[in-house]
């Protein structure tokens, strides 16, 4: 008899509450630290709401990652919920953020079989391979076949993205090589990837339209010969070039499915308001 898999991942990866449940995946929030208030990552912030608070607010945010105790609460509440011999909890790069280390420290806290994969991804990079995971649960797969999806599928995922400003990701910590474009002037658009944890420049144009053409071209390179299963769009309060950067996107790179989301309020701590990113996701 095969083995009942309750699945967790965190509020980086982009899955909203809708999908998250009918697809039985549990998010652990991530903690947005704004002054001397602390909000929980799209539980009491909602994007919108902390995108239209940044681009008018003087200070920008920190944030905070998923507690250890927040993690064993949550083994416990899903694997109940699922009635689960095991989990499975796949997170949010450690090169962003301690909530590795948090799932490690928790899953000494419980009692049952916890299988922890640092994807070294974000976003939908992070929630792609989520989503291959409750795909190989819902055919049958034991636990550490689903812990091997997520591993897996994180590899053939890639996030890239261009931003307003390099001052978020310069307060963060998390600018790599980017740190050579400050100073630049105003009118580059930095195209930049996520690479082990850290944010890379892998080139710069001089208008927004030909980043986000840019992006687009990369991924068809990047996955010439192989499927897109998967193709995210994330957007920072720029609903509209979203919309408009999905279709063409869409049309070049053909995917099997698309999701347009706000950028997680984590993460655009770091890439500020009106950043918009694509997420691609292809097979083995």
Sequence with gaps: MSKKIALITDSTSNLDLDLAAERHIYVAPLYVLWGDEMYRDDVELTRPDFFERLEHSPDIPKTAQVAPQDFVDLFHRAREAESADEIVCGVISSDLSGTYDSALQAREQVDFPVHIVDTRQASWALGF???????????GAGPEAVAQTIAATATRSRIMFTIDSLEYLRRGGRIGNARLLLGSALSIKPVLELREGIVESVDNVRTRRRALQHMITRACDMVAGHCVERLGIIHSAV??????????ATEQLQPQQTFLSYTATTLGVHTGPHALGLI?????
């Design 129 to 139: 391979p989520m989503l291959a995971a409750a795909d190989a649960r819902d055919a």
């Design 239 to 248: 609903e509209d070039e979203g919309r408009a950067f999905i279709q063409d």
């Design 280 to 284: 691609v996701q292809w097979g083995a």
